[in-house]
């Protein structure tokens, strides 16, 4: 039942922008704080940003400030990631993460997405 589903990578030009989103389904995604990670080859998954329940407050890697930004329609049960002014080294994997907790007894619960190809190149 339960999925998170990225879509939105691709091949882009340094210098460009992606949009990412994040359908999440068979949760309460309103009471889930939200990450997006990155896994580039040979590397460590790496975080890129938060956001939380209400996307009051956001965080972001400081490798990506300014260029990147976290946001979320809890009406339609999505999270985005905007990607402006993309560098070879933000090519990688990236992976939609939402965590919480829900009843019973308030169990911590923590989904992945399958990750979507972001390619910056020329």
């Known amino acids: 039942q339960v999925q998170l589903v990225e879509s939105g990578g691709g091949l882009v030009q340094p210098g460009g922008s992606l949009r990412l989103s994040c359908a999440a389904s068979?949760?309460?995604?309103?009471?889930?704080?939200v990450n997006w990670y990155r896994q580039a080859p040979g590397k460590e998954r790496e975080l890129v940003a938060a956001?939380?329940?209400?996307?009051?407050?956001?965080r972001y890697a400081d490798s990506v400030k300014g260029r990147f930004t976290i946001s979320r329609d809890n009406a339609k049960s999505t999270a985005y990631l905007q990607m402006n002014s993309l560098k070879p080294e933000d090519t990688a994997v990236y992976y939609c993460?939402?965590?919480?907790?829900?009843?019973?007894?308030?169990?911590?619960?923590?989904?992945w997405g399958q990750g979507t190809q972001v390619t910056v190149s020329s």
């Open positions: 956001i939380t329940t209400t996307g009051g407050t956001t």
């Open positions: 993460n939402a965590g919480g907790f829900r009843q019973p007894g308030w169990a911590p619960y923590d989904y």
């Open positions: 068979g949760f309460t995604f309103s009471r889930s704080a």
